[in-house]
């Protein structure tokens, strides 16, 4: 027999958190999701909710996983300034970049502003075309290969990159070994 499939469907509290305002770091709760694609290299890592409770709710939990997302990103960020390389801003696709309150996050987390295309929820299907499209026509990259059109940029908000930057030592600590 095997498992029973799985319904993947954004609910209520998960759709809350995805709307949500910018502004409370959740303190109570952490979540922690790593693997293969870790700057640490310890693919047998994988994830936990640190600090449940019998209170915390879903749309907690949803935005704890959003902001152990942000904070791994945080790490691969540290490492490229380790390798000397610094990242001053990003550009977002795919269907988070649809969330003000994703992105928030990200520029907080991050320190560095963010920025959202048109239709940047289909950006990288897009551009696995274009690549398609340069193989099979020969066609030059400046002229299939053009900039998409910025719509918004989510700059870090000094109290909010404070908050979050207080919480990554404990986020990054849970992922020290325990035996």
Known sequence: MGR?????????????????PAG???RELLALSRGRADPARR?????????????????????????????????????LAHAGIAVAE????????????????????????????????TGAAFGAARLGRLAVTGEAVEAVCTPPRRIETFEPESLLVDAYAERLPAWRELYRPRH
């Open 24 to 26: 409370a770091v959740h």
């Open 90 to 121: 990003a550009d977002v696709i795919g269907g988070g970049s649809r969330s003000r309150f994703w992105l928030s996050v990200l520029a907080n987390v991050l320190d560095i502003p963010i920025h959202r295309f048109a239709d940047g929820e």
């Open 43 to 79: 693919p047998a890592v994988r994830g936990m909710l640190d600090g449940l409770s019998h209170g915390t709710d879903r749309t907690t939990i949803v935005q704890a996983v959003l902001e152990g997302v942000g904070f791994a990103l945080a790490d691969c960020r540290d490492a």
């Open 4 to 20: 029973a499939p799985v319904r993947r469907r954004r609910g209520r509290a998960a759709g809350a958190a995805w709307a949500a």
